[in-house]
């Protein structure tokens, strides 16, 4: 559902304050790849907010893993657990950094109120599918 935007308040999405696990996989700015494990604090449609204990410069593209059981994945659609995002800001926080990340395609289609995933939607599907 999309909320009405004021000029003081930039997202366009309602916010779900859930903590989800995620891997966080990506490549630092020595072009190195690493696998962090990172807690989802608030997540919409559009993005997420994480706390990790790895800085991210900003504009860095990651890719974030819902870790699911193996006997489990197999029933899930892929979209479901694999979602690209990039970095908008990184802030530290005590022990951890709180990445601020917005997905590269929002998780539902505004015109059908679908879920969306790997440029195709998923989740509702017509009869003729």
């Avoid at 004021?6 to 304050?17: F, M, N």
Wanted: with cysteine; net charge positive.
């Amino acid at each position: 559902m999309r909320r009405t935007v004021s000029v003081a308040e930039r997202r366009g999405w309602d916010r779900l304050p859930i903590s989800i696990p995620f891997f966080v996989r990506g490549k630092n700015s020595n072009g190195e790849e690493f696998l962090e494990f990172a807690t989802a604090l608030n997540l919409s449609a559009g993005g997420v907010l994480l706390a990790t204990r790895r800085y991210l410069d900003p504009g860095t593209e990651i890719t974030l893993e819902i870790p699911v059981a193996l006997v489990n994945k197999a029933q899930l659609p892929r979209s479901v657990s694999l979602l690209r995002a990039t970095v908008l800001r990184c802030t530290a926080d005590r022990q951890y950094f709180l990445l601020g990340l917005q997905f590269q395609e929002p998780l539902i289609d505004q015109a059908n109120g679908l879920e969306v995933g790997k440029g195709r939607a998923v989740g509702k599907h017509s009869s003729s599918e």
